[in-house]
């Protein structure tokens, strides 16, 4: 089973390498891992999307996790309503007679193209982990010249329910 588990970390050096060590250690496949710097430039947000075979050693690795030196707050939030995006650079093989088509392929994903060469394009594309899937599926008959991801960073929602509107996000308490 799929999990996704947030982290905060004091900003030290080496605090990434204990925390994956901990994950190797009890056997977990990390499927993806963001970290970066939060509001407070001493305290990092790490976001891990991890394979887990049972309930009972997610909930052993979070135990684990709360008694490292460097770490402030543990969460799964796995069940929670979430935000959760990821980002993906691709570049593709694209003639000139053949970017009018993906232009409009990438405009549908509400995705952007950041450089043209020659006979190829790159394109950025930011979502969840499905919209991202998706767009990489239908760019693969262009033929893929490199591919980078971010993996899945994600943070708790404001209000447990959200109305979505084109072009903006209003909230329900």
Aim: net charge positive; hydrophobic share 40%; no cysteine.
């Amino acid at each position: 089973m799929k999990r996704t588990i947030s982290t905060l970390v004091n900003n030290n050096s080496g605090v990434l390498n204990r925390i994956t060590g901990l994950f190797a250690r009890r056997h977990f496949n990390i499927e993806s891992i963001t970290v970066g710097i939060t509001e407070n430039p001493n305290v990092s947000r790490m976001t891990f999307v991890v394979i887990a075979d049972t309930m009972n050693n997610i909930e052993q690795v979070l135990k684990q996790l709360h008694k490292q030196v460097d770490v402030l707050k543990v969460k799964d939030i796995t069940d929670e309503s979430i935000i959760a995006r990821e980002l993906a650079l691709i570049k593709i093989v694209a003639f000139p007679e053949q970017r009018g088509e993906i232009s409009a392929l990438v405009n549908t994903f509400r995705a952007s193209t950041i450089d043209i060469g020659r006979e190829s394009m790159t394109l950025q594309v930011v979502g969840d982990h499905n919209k991202v899937e998706a767009l990489i599926d239908l760019l693969r008959p262009y033929g893929i010249k490199e591919l980078a991801r971010t993996g899945e960073t994600a943070l708790s929602r404001s209000s447990k329910k959200a109305l979505a509107e084109p072009n903006r996000l209003s909230l329900i308490n």
